[in-house]
């Protein structure tokens, strides 16, 4: 069995159209080997034949152990990932893909609310399944501009009225204040999808407990100015080095400059590929994964976007 975490090297076996601009790419081992496990949430790193390393979510199922799934939204704007899968990736390809990584953890609870828009349907739909095996209360609401481009509705329609699709061009944005829970009830919240939802989900949930709600970005959130404007120190415990970070320096980068070698791939604190542990020291979070609880804990961070609040940080490197 391989171990997570590692890069795999694998093979395309299905590309399919699932909707207007959507395709479905499923991966296995060239010699079928199995495939390490993986919990809903959960993305890879896709680095593609042209250079590109791309995050997706896995969203096909989590109890077949050769296959992983992902789902490809064609963006014109994007920086050519998803251009080069829907026009030159082909079935007998070779992709390699690091991970899987989840930091969009389906925690236990009595009853779900899953909130989707547009290509955020994909991390929902394992979660959705797993709830449906748990045999717990769940819903899901699903948005998007038009039933053509919504994803993965055949696979939905299984569940019944338990899934709800509205399509902006026949009824028109989500009812959020309509179907979020009431104040009080301890039903989880997992949302996906374009910042305008998130945005609008986190508004209208601001008076939850924390925890309550869970949200993933396919894109980093806005930041207010960094709190520090003067240099600090990183001390690398295990490499022994003490380094200087100075103003408009990432810490990633001062670490790599010092010849330690960190994962990474998005560098914009969204992916968790650089986690990092932290030993002493407040970092200034300044990704968009962590919640309120893990950045309170200030035992992590993800140093291709996260800076120093005190004048020293260790980090387990």
């Known amino acids: ?20 601009g959507v395709v479905a790419v499923t991966l296995q081992h060239p010699k079928g080997g199995r495939l390490p496990d993986w919990a809903p949430g959960a993305h890879v790193d896709v680095l593609l034949p042209n250079g590109l390393t791309r995050q997706y979510s896995l969203c096909g199922d989590r109890w077949d152990p050769g296959t992983y799934r992902i789902g490809v939204l064609h963006e014109p704007e994007s920086r050519g990932g998803s251009a080069y899968i829907h026009r030159h990736l082909q079935i007998g390809d070779r992709v390699a893909i690091g991970g899987p990584r989840n930091n969009f953890r389906l925690v236990p609870s009595e009853h779900y609310l899953f909130i989707a828009g547009g290509i955020g349907i994909t991390p929902l739909l394992p979660m959705v399944h797993q709830a449906e095996v748990l045999g717990v ?8 501009r038009s039933r053509a481009t919504m994803a993965f509705l055949d696979e939905l329609g299984g569940y019944g009225d338990r899934v709800t699709v509205v399509p902006e061009d026949e009824q028109g944005l ?8 009431t104040e009080g009830s301890a039903t989880k919240v997992y949302c996906c999808g374009p910042e305008g ?10 008076h939850y407990p924390a925890g309550q709600v869970r949200t993933e970005r396919f894109v980093p959130k806005e930041q207010h100015a960094p709190a520090r404007r003067t240099p600090f120190q990183v001390e ?5 080095h003490t380094l200087d970070v100075r ?30 542990g932290v030993l002493a020291g407040e970092p200034e979070h300044r990704d968009s994964l962590l919640d309120d609880d893990e950045r309170a804990a200030g035992d992590c961070m993800f140093v291709c976007v996260s800076s120093s609040c005190s004048d ?5 490197l």
Do not use: N
């Not at 939802?197 to 601001?206: F, G, T, Y």
């Not at 690398?236 to 022994?240: F, P």
């Not at 020293?312 to 387990?316: F, G, I, K, S």
């Open 1 to 20: 069995m391989m171990v997570p975490g590692t890069q795999l090297d694998l093979v395309v076996s299905a590309k399919e159209e699932m909707a207007d």
């Open 137 to 144: 209360g769940w819903r899901l609401f699903y948005g998007g």
């Open 174 to 181: 989500l009812d959020l204040p309509a179907w979020l829970p």
């Open 197 to 206: 939802l998130l945005k609008a989900v986190e508004r209208h949930s601001a």
């Open 236 to 240: 690398l415990s295990r490499s022994g």
């Open 247 to 276: 103003p408009g320096q990432s810490v990633l980068d001062v670490i790599t400059d010092a010849g330690v070698h960190v994962l990474t791939s998005c560098r914009k604190g969204v992916c968790g590929t650089c986690e990092t």
């Open 312 to 316: 020293r940080l260790v980090l387990d």
